[in-house]
């Protein structure tokens, strides 16, 4: 199956400064690809798709200037969290979807 | 309203005792009924997709099925690595909406 890669896998940071979780596919070439969130025992929420070489799309309710996301590349898709706070924390997770979906390893995301 | 719910919540089994975990849903044109498993701090692991009522897929101790309704996974005598979050998450339209997952437990 496709691989997709997540890095980093866990991260901790301060209040009010930016982290970048970065998406990978290896084995093929995702014009979109999903970033979800997750919290403690939830499901997952879709928050944006991102486009290659295009605006992404976000999910109502999501700040579009908080969540920065960029897909510069067919096998590269960046989420940059802006000045976070301790509400951000959180389990993060990419997808590339082909057929089916496949899942990044997810960002354990804790603001401090 | 789209919707798509889970059942049980969480479920506790012995080692060897099968049964089924449901997943149903309300939405209007079906393009793909998906099953994972999500072990605790890791993504999803994807397990299965069913595109139209009757299929039916199978691997190991897992099988899937589907109806116009919900989905099934069913597991067959279960053993303790199998303990893990399964969601199922429905295609339509232009959307993948997750259900909220069944915790399952098996214990040796």
């Known amino acids: 199956g496709a691989v997709v890669s997540q890095h980093p896998s866990w991260v901790i940071c301060k209040s009010g400064t930016s982290v970048k979780i970065e998406c990978r596919s290896l084995d093929f070439q995702a014009t979109t690809m999903f970033w979800y969130r997750q919290f403690p025992k939830q499901s997952l929420m879709l928050m944006a798709t991102s486009n290659e070489g295009s605006k992404a799309t976000y999910e109502q309710g999501v700040e579009k200037d908080k969540f920065l996301i960029n897909h510069a590349s067919l096998t590269l898709s960046t989420l940059t969290v802006t000045s976070a706070h301790p509400e951000d924390s959180s389990f993060y997770i990419c997808?590339?979807?082909?057929?089916?979906?496949?899942f990044g390893q997810g960002t354990r995301l804790t603001v401090v | 309203e789209d919707q798509v719910t889970q059942s049980p919540e969480a479920l506790r089994l012995q080692e060897g005792e099968s049964s089924s975990l449901n997943c149903s849903y309300t939405?209007?044109?079906?393009?793909?009924l998906f099953w994972y498993r999500q072990d605790p701090g890791k993504g999803p692991e994807f397990l299965f997709t069913l595109y139209s009522a009757g299929e039916e897929k199978e691997k190991e101790r897992l099988k899937a099925t589907l109806t116009k309704k919900e989905s099934f996974l069913h597991i067959t005598a279960p053993k303790p690595e199998d303990s893990a979050t399964y969601l199922c998450a429905v295609f339509y339209g232009q959307n993948f909406v997750f259900g909220p997952g069944t915790r399952l437990s098996v214990l040796p």
């Open positions: 939405v209007s044109g079906l393009r793909g």
């Open positions: 997808s590339g979807r082909q057929t089916e979906a496949f």
